[in-house]
């Protein structure tokens, strides 16, 4: 004859106040919910035939309708012949822990799902540069598919051009910093140069530590195309293509603020009194800015004396 011994918080995991006359194999697997039942069923089928220990989590449905999570966790204690004795086990509730797990998998699905849609590319990479992920704007931005981009080098996906300051960027990422407005070329599968912005963001693991890095990559190059063309429609003259006075006056206040802080500009002043001493004024140019001269101030009957400009 078959003996059952339980607690009554083993019954209260089945929603119930108090112990129950009778709990059976059977009366278990009745609560146990129908999508469940022949997973717990194989369980301990498999464990009773020669595994011995089973662990399994499982739905139930309560007398009052509601549904929760339970784990049941034990081992079959079998005789000299082999032949099964008794069982020992427990059982818990992990209904608030399922509920956390479903709620972060849902957020974790919506997120995937956001980048996957995103315009930017999102690349998830290891801090020595290991590609884990590449959504379909990666792969049309930069010409491989995920499957051919996954486990490789990013170097060799998407290399950039000129240096790259890649190894100290991973030193900040894996010290928890993200990392924005950052610019960089790099070659597409096709051989041709884009020009991207970067943000860069740590992975952080489990435990905290920081494991991986993820880009958002935009294509700006259009964008920088533009604003090159602008800045040369400032300052050449659109008949001729020459250097108009805007950019010959910048170029001459450049010129002039690097010889004075290096010491090449200096301006000289008579030895007596009432020689011509120079002076240093600035003035507004024909453009509206401010540029450079030396003048000479002289008695009436002196000669007039330039400054001069010495390197």
């Known amino acids: 004859m078959n003996t059952t011994t339980r607690s009554l918080r083993h ?53 009052d309708g509601t549904e929760h999570w339970l784990v049941s966790r034990g081992q079959f204690v079998r005789g000299p012949q082999g032949d099964p004795r008794r069982v020992g086990g427990i059982v ?3 209904t608030a822990r399922k509920q956390s797990e479903q709620t972060a998998l849902a957020a ?50 998407a290399p950039s051009e000129g240096s790259s300051p890649f190894a100290e960027r991973m030193t900040a990422v894996a010290a928890g910093q993200s990392l924005t407005g950052l610019g960089s070329t790099r070659r597409r599968r096709d051989g041709s140069l884009i020009e991207v912005a970067l943000t860069l963001s740590p992975v952080r693991g489990p435990d905290g530590a920081v494991v991986a890095a993820t880009a958002v990559v935009r294509d700006v ?18 008949l001729s293509g020459l250097p108009n006075r805007a950019l010959l006056a910048d170029r001459l206040e450049h010129a002039l603020a690097s010889a004075e802080r290096s010491g090449r500009a200096g301006w000289s002043s008579a030895p007596a009194s009432g020689w011509p001493s120079a002076r240093r004024s600035r003035r507004a140019s024909s453009c509206g800015r401010p540029t450079s001269r030396c003048t000479t101030r002289s008695a009436p009957d002196a000669p007039a004396r330039a400054c001069s400009w010495r390197r």
């Open 11 to 63: 019954d209260q995991c089945f929603g119930y106040d108090a112990l129950l006359p009778e709990w059976t194999y059977q009366t278990f697997l009745a609560h146990v919910h129908p999508a469940d039942r022949q997973r717990v069923a194989d369980c301990f089928e498999g464990a009773l035939a020669g595994v011995g220990a089973y662990d399994v989590e499982f739905r139930v449905a309560w007398p």
């Open 92 to 94: 818990g509730d992990v």
């Open 108 to 157: 974790v699905t919506r997120l995937a799902g956001l980048v996957q849609s995103m315009g930017d590319a999102v690349v998830t990479h290891t801090l020595d540069g290991v590609i884990r992920s590449w959504n379909p704007a990666a792969a049309e931005m930069f010409g491989w598919t995920a499957q051919e981009a996954l486990g490789r080098p990013l170097s060799e996906i």
């Open 221 to 238: 190059t259009g964008q920088r195309r533009l604003e090159r063309e602008l800045l040369r429609q400032a300052l050449h003259d659109s």
